[in-house]
């Protein structure tokens, strides 16, 4: 496929984007939403699906709410054996944990994870391929 000056456009303005059409007025056309995708996070889920598989783990909870108390939750978590698993996405320009607020949420969140006994594991865009040995490690393999 060909791309066009057009595509490239529509693709800068997101979600909307205006079409001038010669004669009339400008209609905005509403474009399906492309979602982003994490090699990162995918890479993780499928690590975690394997050690699930083979029986290395008991089981996984994606966006598990950790606490009656709080509304946070985990981007993973092993429950029987209390390991949290994090991925900050702090690539993005609009990342919420590059922010003051969002970096200071996290903290609290971390703190009061590992108050109530939780292990949390965090990982970026260059460490996170170090979750298998970390796994491992914290499963005496």
């Not at 456009?9 to 982003?36: A, M, S």
């Not at 993780?44 to 709410?65: A, C, M, N, S, T």
Request: hydrophobic share 35%; charged share 30%.
């Amino acid at each position: 496929m060909q791309w066009t000056i057009d595509d490239i456009k529509k693709l800068k303005l997101g979600n909307n984007y205006t079409e001038n059409v010669p004669g009339q007025t400008k209609n905005v056309i509403k474009l399906p939403k492309i979602e982003k995708v994490s090699i990162e996070k995918e890479t993780i889920k499928k690590l975690l699906w394997v050690f699930d598989r083979e029986g290395l783990i008991p089981g996984y909870v994606e966006e598990l709410q950790f606490s009656q108390d709080r509304k946070f939750r985990f981007d993973w978590a092993i429950p029987e054996l209390m390991i949290a698993i994090e991925y900050e996405g702090l690539i993005s320009k609009k990342s919420r944990h590059t922010t003051i607020k969002g970096y200071s949420n996290d903290c609290s969140k971390y703190n009061f994870a590992q108050s109530l006994g939780w292990i949390v594991l965090r990982y970026t865009v260059i460490n996170y391929k170090e979750l298998g040995n970390d796994l491992k490690n914290l499963l005496k393999m």
